[in-house]
């Protein structure tokens, strides 16, 4: 079955830090450019963070840049966002993202909150 599925969200603090997954099945990963992407309510689908397919060059929002990491393991098919010193507006459903095949993963939930 082709599909990415997300996990590692929840209710961070602010300043704190957490690791998102997304585990990706059903095609050639290691192929795929692949780009993390977050929606808060009320607000546009934003790109965070892509990173490339051969090389893992990447790429990251300004707002999020020097904070948040994108990387991945082909080995074991998945892509990561360690993100660090979040801010209450960084709180958002993220979504894993396959351009190349316009494959969505369902999201994971991140609130940041004291």
């Known amino acids: 079955q082709v599909q990415l599925v997300e996990s590692g969200g929840g209710l961070v603090q602010p300043g704190g830090s957490v690791r998102l997954s997304c585990a990706a099945s059903g095609f050639s990963f290691s192929s795929y450019a692949m780009s993390w992407y977050r929606q808060a309510p009320g607000n546009e689908r934003e790109l965070v963070a892509r990173?490339?397919?051969?090389?893992?060059?990447?790429n990251y929002a300004d707002s999020v840049r020097g904070r948040f990491t994108i990387s991945r393991d082909n080995n074991q098919n998945t892509v990561y966002l360690e993100m660090n010193n979040l801010k209450p507006e960084d709180t958002a459903m993220y979504y894993c993202?396959?351009?190349?095949?316009?494959?969505w993963g369902q999201g994971t939930q991140l609130t940041v909150s004291s």
């Open positions: 990173i490339s397919s051969a090389r893992g060059s990447t």
């Open positions: 993202y396959a351009a190349a095949r316009n494959l």
